[in-house]
């Protein structure tokens, strides 16, 4: 069974950059599709970026496209999402999760494994 663990949240001002990371477990990492999600406090579970286990599409929220690029390295178990422009609308817990769902999964229940989250504050 593959784990998930996020790395790289913190604190950032309105309009900086940050870059998340999540790095796998186990031998079966490349067969998941990989989707990051983000939670406000009090809200559900928001689809930001999906890659594909061979790393050969990727997906975004309209909300965050141009801003945001997820890339994956198999061979290092990681999947990275670095997120540039931040807006204070953006502070979330974020999560990183794998799916066996063919296509392009952006439901929750979609996604079998999760990591712990690593939260992400924006502020002015």
């Known amino acids: 069974q593959v784990e998930l663990v996020e790395s790289g949240g913190g604190l950032a001002q309105l309009g900086d950059s940050l870059t998340l990371s999540c790095v796998g477990s186990?031998?079966?990492?490349?067969?998941?599709?990989v989707g990051w999600f983000r939670r406000a406090h009090g809200g559900g579970y928001e689809f930001v970026a999906g890659?594909?286990?061979?790393?050969?599409?990727?997906y975004y929220v309209d909300s965050v496209k141009g801003r945001f690029t997820i890339s994956r390295d198999n061979a290092k178990n990681t999947v990275i999402l670095q997120m540039n422009k931040l807006t204070e609308e953006e502070t979330a817990l974020y999560y990183c999760?794998?799916?066996?769902?063919?296509?392009?999964?952006?439901?929750?229940?979609?996604?079998?494994?999760w990591g712990q989250g690593t939260q992400v504050t924006v502020s002015s």
């Open positions: 890659i594909s286990g061979d790393a050969s599409a990727a």
């Open positions: 999760a794998g799916s066996r769902v063919y296509g392009i999964p952006q439901r929750s229940d979609d996604y079998s494994v």
């Open positions: 186990g031998h079966a990492f490349s067969e998941f599709y």
